[in-house]
């Protein structure tokens, strides 16, 4: 089955700007979707399709996808952007939802 | 507003079943499907499955296919998910989400607030 492989921490200063990446096999020929979730709280969808963010997520939040490699990229990081950060694709060959391990962001 | 508001907290013995319910408001229940996710205390997200809230069509995780069954009521824009012989690694939080209508391919951009699962002899 399809893996998806996360750094199980980054940490960051404030203002500066964070990178948490989503390994996979040819990655880049899925669809990425990107979740942020504070501490005992549902998840929130920040970045779908690789680069779209849905209405209400600041533009600091970004995302790419290329390669064996998709990146959620936060800009001038903020304390309250601390939480655990999840990556998942679709997929198409066992036609099965998969998540990263989840990346916590830590600001210093 | 976009809302999926889940069942309350369940504990149940081993071998027993749960059913957790997801009412949806605030938009039309037919036009998307739900996924359901759960969470192992401390920790990451796993799919559990998805249906079609507009046929009822599912598709299940392999490791929960024949414990699992999930449903839906339309005429209260509700999903269900009844997951059954439980064992102590059920514990989880569960979450409902919203999905894709025709698959589970979709984004899940609205979720509910989580139904805690205990299972406990």
């Known amino acids: 089955s399809y893996v998806l492989t996360q750094p199980p921490s980054v940490s960051v200063a404030p203002g500066k700007t964070a990178r948490i990446t989503c390994g996979g096999n040819n990655i880049g020929s899925k669809s990425v979707h990107w979740y942020q979730q504070k501490p005992g709280q549902a998840p929130v969808l920040v970045i779908y399709?690789?680069?779209d963010r849905p209405s209400g997520i600041p533009e600091r939040f970004s995302g790419s996808n290329s390669g064996n490699t998709a990146t959620l990229t936060i800009s001038r990081v903020e304390a309250g952007d601390e939480a655990d950060y999840y990556c998942q694709v679709w997929d198409s060959s066992s036609d099965r939802v998969v998540f990263g391990g989840g990346t916590k962001l830590t600001v210093l | 507003q976009v809302q999926l508001v889940q069942s309350g907290a369940e504990v149940k013995k081993p071998g027993a079943s749960v059913k957790v319910s997801c009412k949806a408001s605030g938009y039309t229940f037919t036009s998307y499907g739900i996924s359901w996710v759960r969470q192992a205390p401390g920790q990451g997200l796993e799919w559990m499955g998805w249906i079609s809230a507009y046929n009822g069509n599912t598709n299940y995780a392999q490791k929960l296919q024949g414990r699992v069954t999930m449903t839906t009521d339309t005429s209260t824009s509700t999903a269900y998910m009844e997951l059954r012989s439980l064992r102590s690694d059920d514990t989880a939080v569960y979450y409902c989400a919203r999905s894709g209508v025709d698959t589970a391919m979709s984004p899940m951009d609205y979720w509910g607030q989580g139904t805690l699962v205990t299972v406990s002899s």
């Open positions: 399709y690789d680069s």
